[in-house]
């Protein structure tokens, strides 16, 4: 007789492996310490603060198994399209002279940031140049609500990252390029997205701001006293931050 259960048993012992792997990587990362470049423009500010210092997360919001996997995928979609870019023509530097990522660094490298490229040529509609390229690799439902919204509604925190990316780049004067690949269907959704001064202040102030906090010992509000909000719901630090006093 066949015996089914040892076909259904395989997979789950084959990824179980794989898991075991990408959650050892994963502890052997060196922790962050900095607030991101890429994350300023999130509303919660205290969510910041647990992020700079790396507060422990609540026990079901870590990185594990097939959400490693998931994660992973955005690197492969930045990379696919880089190479996509590069047979149409594009020229697009990734690396700068030392053959690192450009990165910015301010405050003693208390906050820092890394941009996914620099369009500086190729076919004119992929111009002006030069300018900031941003992408990412989202799922349908999400890739729908960006294309439908555009960035700005879609994600304050992308919208944010470009915003202070143009800017300490240098690359204000023409409209960022940020892409989106949806992962379902592998179509790709492309914004220009011009720079806004004001904003790009208002996001360097509040960077001091939480900074300032953080050396300070001083614990920023949280976006909302409801824990069951949706913007705290999907925070790693919720259930530790709603169990905290309320300062």
Sequence with gaps: MI??????????????VLDAALERERDQQPKREYLGGSEIGHECERQLQFSFFNVERDVDKYLVGRKLRIFERGHWAEAAMIR?????????????????????SEAGGLFKGHCD?????????????????????L?????RSFEKHGLRHFSGTYWGQVQVYQDRF???DNPALFSAVNMDTMEIHWEAVPFNPMACEALSV??????????????????SQDPTFYQCKFCDWCEHCHQMEIK
């Design 139 to 143: 799922k349908a439902a999400k890739w």
């Design 206 to 223: 509040k960077a001091a701001r939480i900074l300032r906090s953080c050396l300070a010992g001083e614990l920023l509000p949280r976006i």
């Design 170 to 172: 240098d690359l204000r």
């Design 117 to 137: 490229g620099i369009i500086v040529g190729g076919p004119s509609v992929f111009g002006p140049f030069p300018r900031l390229w941003e992408n990412k690799g």
């Design 84 to 104: 996509w870019m590069r047979l149409s023509g594009v020229e697009i530097l990734t690396e700068d002279k030392d053959g690192e990522q450009f990165g910015f």
């Design 3 to 16: 015996d089914l259960s040892s076909k259904k048993m395989l997979s789950p012992k084959l990824n179980a």
